[in-house]
């Protein structure tokens, strides 16, 4: 069978399945056997084995699996990252908000991405930013995994800790940057099946409001931050202004940012000094 024949007939199955972007089977047809997607309609003959090895994936994204779980790594901000089901795969909104911290903080800057999954936020903080001392910490000893995966393969230079927020992180940072799970109970039960039977619960759902995580942590940043510490959080839409809220005890500079869908995504402030 030739490659643009397997496309061909990838594309007519997933449309029985009600995926109809040609680019998912062109992706899947290409990119487990090492090529690029634009050589999706080539006339290669491929073996009895890599046309076995398409299809057994081929049947994960018909049963729902999402393309990037299947293909086991996805793009975030230039970069191929590692993805499983044990730790949440980075959406695109998070990108903005190392954007942000990456082009308003110094490089020099000691940064720690608290609940780092992936560690999508804190190894490119280091690779695209050259932040030369960061730390990614999570509670999930798998999403470490994979972290330390997705740092070995991307050459990037950062310290792992396990820890439930706060509890074994040592020292004081400069920089935190958080994307906490941030669902609550309510809305999670309201989610997609592809959202729910493939990503982890504890990456997901923050207690009945959704705000459970902002509140313990922001009680627990003013010790882990140096003078002048800065933290940024990516929240849920409509939650901006109660973490706004949140950080008005013991920061300023408070800013909030929106996404590309002009949503409210984003909150960063300053540590205040005590006087
Ligand atoms: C929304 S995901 C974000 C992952 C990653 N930072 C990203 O943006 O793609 C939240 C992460 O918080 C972690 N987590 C959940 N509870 C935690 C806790 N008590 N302490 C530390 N990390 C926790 C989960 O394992 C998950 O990796």
Request: include cysteine; proline fraction near 3%; hydrophobic fraction near 35%.
């Amino acid at each position: 069978m030739q490659l643009r024949e397997l496309t061909t007939e990838l594309v007519e199955r997933f449309k029985k399945v009600k995926i109809f972007e040609k680019s998912e089977a062109e992706f899947l047809a290409t990119i487990p056997l090492g090529r690029r997607r634009r050589d999706a309609y080539l006339p290669i003959e491929l073996s009895k084995r890599d046309v076995g090895k398409i299809m057994r994936l081929a049947k994960k994204r018909e049963s729902g699996m999402p393309l990037d779980l299947v293909l086991g790594n996805m793009n975030f901000y230039g970069r191929d990252f590692i993805v499983s089901k044990s730790c949440l795969c980075p959406r695109p909104e998070t990108e903005l908000l190392v954007q942000w911290a990456g082009q308003n903080c110094s490089s020099s800057s000691k940064t720690l991405d608290l609940c780092s999954g992936s560690g999508a936020i804190g190894i490119t903080l280091a690779l695209e930013f050259g932040y030369n001392d960061v730390t990614l910490s999570d509670k999930s000893k798998r999403a470490l995994k994979i972290a330390e995966k997705n740092a070995s393969a991307l050459g990037a230079n950062i310290t792992l800790v396990h820890s439930d927020l706060f509890k074994t992180v040592q020292g004081k940072f400069d920089v935190v940057v958080c994307n906490p799970p941030y669902i609550s109970k309510k809305e999670y039960e309201d989610l997609q099946n592809e959202v729910k039977n493939y990503e982890p619960k504890m990456a997901l759902v923050a207690g009945e409001t959704g705000l459970e995580f902002y509140e313990k942590i922001i009680k627990q940043l003013p010790a882990h931050l140096n003078k002048n510490g800065k933290i940024f959080f990516e929240v849920g839409s409509g939650q901006a202004k109660s973490v706004a809220k949140m950080l008005e005890k013991d920061f300023e500079n408070i800013e909030i940012k929106q996404d590309d869908s002009k949503i409210e995504r984003m909150v960063c402030g300053t540590i205040r000094e005590k006087i």
